[in-house]
């Protein structure tokens, strides 16, 4: 289990990632110094907490070598892939939590992506910097940036724990450049790849691609995930839950408010 913990308008908020098929105690998560605490990946169904959702994902193993991963990818995906590598204007660089202490620079980009990219679908989604900076400061943080002729266009966002990763966040700067939207889109098809290897350079033998809607009536970005891994389809369990007095107030709150609109187990 990856637990970490950050303050947001002076309440204490945890997440806790679960792998490889991992459960967890009362006793234990209690020990987590938190108000709230996000539970992320579970395979079994705890008696107390707000249940959230469950969540489709797929997992790619990434044990065989590069050659023989590259070949489970959908044909049409790996002709992508290899005409995007063949473009000498898209350039990929990574970072891993040691680097990233020292480049500000690389999470103001990567904010400014995430933002740009939902307010082109109308919306208003803040990049979690807290947690990408707890993340990074318990050295668990990966994040690949591609460049198409020097200026970022994408990133993506990875949690490491042992030999494990999961995918984290993304995001993509496709409809401000629809002149350029193959390019775009084959560079982030790119990325995804170049990510998994790097990965596994650093140990991880298999890499969560971070959820998707359905299984059966994927959405676009499943599809896209798809193209990675159609096989191995996991579903887990997502909670919430008050670990302190303050944190039972503000569930209260939520619950009132309507904001949660779960079930309680």
Known sequence: MLAIVYKKYGIRIGHSCFFNEESILEEEYRKIPCDILYMYGLKTNLTKGYFLNDQHTLMKNLSPDDNEIFMTLGSHLRKHIRKCKSNKDVEISFFDSEQLKNRIDILKVCRELFQ?????????????????????????????????????????????????????????????????????????????????????????????????????????????????????????????MANSLIGKVVILYLKNKKVLAGITR
């Open 116 to 240: 740009k990219m939902y307010a082109s679908k109308g919306k208003t989604v803040s990049f979690n910097e807290l947690m990408a900076n707890a993340l990074i400061e318990e050295k668990n943080l990966c994040i690949g940036l591609v460049e198409y002729k020097k200026v970022p266009i994408g990133f993506s966002a990875v949690i490491l724990k042992g030999d494990c990763a999961r995918r984290w966040i993304s995001a993509f700067d496709f409809r401000n450049n629809k002149e350029e939207a193959q390019i775009y889109s084959d560079a982030h098809k790119l990325l995804d790849w170049e990510m998994m290897l790097w990965c596994k350079r650093q140990g991880a033998l298999s890499i969560d691609l971070g959820g998707v809607n359905s299984f059966e009536a994927p959405n676009g970005i499943a599809k896209f995930k798809l193209d990675f891994e159609k096989d191995n389809k996991i579903t887990y369990s997502n909670y919430m």
